[in-house]
Nanobody, 114 residues
């Protein structure tokens, strides 16, 4: 299984970005998908996840601003990020799995300027 994340970039505070995670080799509908991030000098942290039923889960720090979704027809997951803050600056990783997140994509850098 391969995951390819894209969509990162530089954005001003208050702006929006949409990250994509294309999944190759498996059908995304059979997997829980998640997004994690790692800021400079910090540990990787959970951001959001969507389970097989479409239920979503968010870290408190992004709740109400970020939305995770999945397009089964395109075999792709998404993370819509609105009202971005400088503290959202990090490398964002997508992940997928059935019992835990077994598969990880490469990171995509999100930089939010103040």
């Amino acid at each position: 299984v391969q995951l390819q994340a894209s969509g990162g970039g530089l954005v001003q505070a208050g702006g929006s970005l949409r990250l994509s995670c294309a999944v190759f080799g498996r059908t995304v509908r059979n997997y829980v998908m998640g997004w994690f991030r790692q800021a400079p000098g910090k540990e990787r942290e959970f951001v959001a996840a969507i389970n097989l039923s479409g239920n979503t889960f968010y870290a408190d720090s992004v709740k109400g601003r970020f939305t995770i979704s999945r397009d089964n027809a395109k075999n792709t997951g998404y993370l819509q990020m609105n009202s971005l803050k400088p503290e959202d600056t990090a490398v964002y990783y997508c992940a997928a799995g059935q019992l835990g997140f077994n598969y990880w994509g490469q990171g995509t850098l999100v930089t939010v300027s103040s």
